[in-house]
């Protein structure tokens, strides 16, 4: 029987928890040049478009930020940049007003701590005004090259349909998949979280989505406990 996880995920003998490694391997055929779909140039420019792509598509992230980086190329630039101004190039994503204070205010932190430097430090990040758990894991995952599982709401989706974890909080979710991949997961693909994360997100961008899932068409659905239920 597969080995249990802190709280909960499906238990079945039949219809356990879907192997993380096989999961792994599966999606890295799947997508083997999974990045984030964030463009960017430099740290600074990823942690920015990060905070930007919250509550909207990484799509309409990178219709704005050619702009805002042409505009305030680093964090020093866009630290004393006029609030009103930043407004009007984010304002397609919505909450242009909050949107731009939230990076003023992440910029004006990078200088005031970090000399307008990005720090390779999950602390010192999430220290930053703006910048959560999941951001920081994007951040030092894309960016620096750590092992680190962003947890969003589609790896939260395919975590719980996978039979992974059945928390709906991302740190859970986080430390339930961490626990599965540590328990069939090793030696393989799977090892990075990183890459794991990205491959989940895409996967249920395109194929696990939300309303429609289209097991008809998964390569997971051999192994998944949701196929054709969810
Ligand atoms: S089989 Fe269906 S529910 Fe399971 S991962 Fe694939 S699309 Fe999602």
């Known amino acids: 029987m597969p080995p249990s996880t802190s709280r909960g995920a499906v238990e079945d003998p039949l219809l356990g928890p879907a192997d993380a490694g096989r999961v792994a391997s599966s999606l890295a055929a799947e997508y083997p040049g999974a990045r984030t779909e964030l463009d960017h140039r430099d740290a600074f420019e990823l942690l920015v478009a990060t905070v930007l792509s919250a509550q909207t598509t990484d799509v309409r992230v990178n219709q704005v930020t050619p702009d805002l980086f042409a505009d305030w190329p680093d964090a020093a630039a866009l630290a004393g940049a006029e609030e009103a101004a930043v407004t009007d190039v984010v304002r397609p994503l919505g909450m242009g007003p909050t949107r731009a204070r939230r990076i003023i205010g992440l910029a004006r932190g990078l200088v005031i701590d970090h000399g307008g430097e990005v720090p390779d430090d999950q602390a010192a990040l999430e220290a930053l005004p703006g910048v959560g758990r999941k951001t920081a894991h994007v951040l030092r995952g894309a960016w620096f090259g750590h092992s680190l599982l962003a947890v969003d709401t589609h790896v939260g989706r395919l975590a719980r349909r996978l039979g992974w974890t059945a928390s709906t909080d991302p740190r859970a979710v986080e430390e339930d998949v961490i626990a599965r991949v540590d328990?069939?997961?090793?030696?393989?693909?799977?090892?990075?979280?990183?890459?794991?994360?990205?491959?989940?997100?895409?996967?249920?961008?395109?194929?696990?989505?939300?309303?429609t899932p289209r097991c008809g068409d998964c390569v997971l659905a051999d192994v998944c406990p949701s196929a054709g239920t969810a």
């Open 183 to 211: 328990a069939d997961g090793r030696g393989g693909s799977a090892e990075d979280l990183t890459l794991l994360g990205l491959r989940l997100i895409l996967h249920g961008r395109r194929v696990c989505t939300a309303r």
